[in-house]
């Protein structure tokens, strides 16, 4: 068995447990494969393996990969992870099925108005920095709900939850705080009679799934367990736009 497909295995597995431990049903967690850095080579192997759903980081690595799959494009579902300058967010808005970063309204607002009429909607999550760190980025959790109002407003956007990347480390308790965070504002959005889903919670990678699991995540962003260590070194970006 190669090594993509037994980690597969190995990562599900560890879901299972979590979930099991947890008192929840798997079927309420997704494992996302995130791909950045590593060949389309790998890509088509974990497809192969059954894998469905994979993310990227880097605006033309990924368009790249989704291109060179072609042949595979519709059956696998794309998310977009990394950072988003505005001069990106064409390509972002013609080749993903979900945008996980968005972490100002601005690009919520260009995602919506470059996405194309004839694909559907764009899934959003609004990325929230949990861990209150200068560097990271993300919206504060005092400012979630004010722009999830706003985003659920645009057209050819659905606004499907929230996501974090916890510095390593981060204590459970600022898990179950996110967890609470991300309920409130479903409540809150629920009375308004807003008529998308707003299900996801995405949170979690390889080295802290279980504790994500715990605290409520719906969706695990998995890649150095699924596809091994990665090259330190960025891709370079070469797309310009405006
Ligand atoms: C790279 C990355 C991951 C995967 O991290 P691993 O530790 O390799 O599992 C998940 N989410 C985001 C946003 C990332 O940038």
Redesign the pocket.
Known sequence: MSDIKNNLLEVKNRIQLACEGANRDKKNVSLIA?S?THPKELVREAFVAGQLQF?E?YVQEGVDKIEALDDIRKNIIWHF??PIQSNKTRFIAESFDWV??VDRLKIAQRLSEQRPRDLPDLNICLQVNISGESTKSGVSPTEALLICLDIVELPNLSLRGL?A?PEPGASLQSMKDFHHLFLEIQKHLKRHQFKNKFDTLSLG???DLEPAIRSGSTMV???????GA?NAEEPPETLEEE
Not at 221 to 227: D, E, L, P, Y
């Open positions: 995130v950045k993310a980081n992870i990394g996980q970063s996501m990347i990678m390889s080295d962003r998995i890649g150095t367990a699924i596809f990665r």
